[in-house]
């Protein structure tokens, strides 16, 4: 089995920021790519930022430029630095990975994390 576990959200004041933490455990022999998500109240889950194994990543419009999206394989964790947030960017983050283990690959997920953005 494998867990991914989120931690760093909170509330933070409009122009503030936010480190997000994702951290892998359990029965893995590879992580690929790995991936944040964000679901807003009333809203589906949507892509915010992805990265590979080899560090190549993408963004959603929105984040471009405020956001960065890192990982540290040694430790297999995967970070969000949330720079300049905006009252638009509150939900709760999930991080999901694709893990290979010794039953195959499998997408992961992580429990969440709130992050609320409001003076």
């Known amino acids: 089995q494998v867990q991914l576990v989120e931690s760093g959200g909170g509330l933070v004041q409009p122009g503030g920021s936010l480190r997000l933490s994702c951290a892998a455990s359990?029965?893995?022999?590879?992580?690929?790519?790995m991936r944040w998500y964000c679901q807003a109240p009333g809203n589906q889950r949507e892509l915010v930022a992805s990265?590979?194994?080899?560090?190549?990543?993408t963004y959603e419009d929105s984040v471009k430029g405020r956001f960065t999206i890192s990982r540290d394989n040694a430790k297999n964790t995967v970070y969000l630095q949330m720079n300049t947030l905006k009252p638009e960017d509150t939900g709760v983050y999930y991080c999901?990975?694709?893990?290979?283990?010794?039953?195959?690959?499998?997408?992961?997920w992580g429990q969440g994390t709130q992050v609320t953005v409001s003076s």
């Open positions: 999901n990975a694709d893990v290979a283990n010794r039953d195959g690959t499998g997408r992961y």
């Open positions: 359990g029965s893995i022999r590879s992580i690929y790519d």
């Open positions: 990265i590979t194994s080899g560090g190549s990543t």
